[in-house]
């Protein structure tokens, strides 16, 4: 069974400070990887994924994911946070081989907080 | 127009009465899902289904039963609501490609009093 742990549930960063937002997941294989985005009374947005290749990606917004099999993380970044991505983020796991591919195991999301 | 359109945005009703929650996508996507949001939890899928004839049990699927009228639709039920069934429920479609994304509704805040 596959599980995903995203730490910290409340992120709160300064407008112009580097957002850091961590995903660790639980597999027995490499898991395609998925991080979504929930703003205020919408739908789930894909922000980036990963599912083979370059272990880093480049998502919307500015924002960057780096697969690390080692680590079993696949934590999310960007370099200077914008009032606009006050929102929640969810980290999303599949596995690639049960013909299932799109049947998402997710993390229980990170609420965040962007200051002046 | 959205994708994947689900009605209604905003449900009250009462304890034991059935409910149903619609979805209709313009994806032309074969593959369907209903997730449940609560919060603090994340998402949970419900139930999912693969084509108009292929409908599976998700990791939650007590309470509940589903409907596939057509590719382009997935309908939700609750025979008889609970309170703790109260929640923001959200369709979801993809096609049949393993590496793609799955595309969100806006979801379906139900609240059972």
């Known amino acids: 069974a596959q599980s995903v742990t995203q730490l910290g549930s409340h992120v709160s960063v300064s407008e112009g400070a580097l957002v850091l937002l961590r995903c660790n997941y639980s597999?027995?294989?490499?898991?395609?990887l998925f991080w979504y985005v929930q703003y205020p009374n919408q739908g789930l947005q894909l922000l980036l994924k990963?599912?083979?290749?370059?272990?880093l990606v480049k998502g919307i917004n500015g924002f960057e994911a780096e697969f690390k099999k080692s680590e079993t993380s696949f934590h999310l970044t960007k370099p200077s946070a914008h009032m606009s991505d006050a929102a929640e983020y969810f980290c999303?796991?599949?596995?690639?081989?049960?013909?299932?591919?799109?049947?998402?195991?997710f993390g229980t999301g990170t609420q965040l907080k962007v200051e002046l | 127009d959205a994708d994947v359109t689900q009605t209604p945005r905003n449900r009250i009703t009462k304890t034991g009465k059935r409910i149903m929650l619609e979805c209709s996508q313009t994806?032309?996507?074969?593959?369907m899902y209903w997730y449940r949001q609560d919060p603090g939890l994340g998402l949970q899928l419900i139930y999912y289904?693969?084509?108009?004839?292929?409908?599976n049990k998700g990791e939650i699927s007590d309470g509940y039963s589903v409907s596939r009228q057509a590719q382009a639709k997935f309908s939700l039920s609750l025979e008889s609501a609970i309170p703790n069934q109260t929640a923001l429920y959200f369709c979801?479609?993809?096609?049949?490609?393993?590496?793609?994304?799955?595309?969100f509704g806006q979801g379906t805040r139900l609240t059972v009093v």
């Open positions: 999303a796991v599949s596995d690639p081989f049960t013909g299932g591919g799109n049947k998402l195991t």
């Open positions: 979801a479609t993809s096609d049949d490609e393993k590496n793609t994304e799955a595309f």
């Open positions: 990963y599912t083979t290749g370059a272990t």
């Open positions: 597999s027995s294989v490499p898991p395609y």
């Open positions: 994806k032309g996507h074969d593959r």
């Open positions: 289904s693969f084509d108009v004839k292929d409908i």
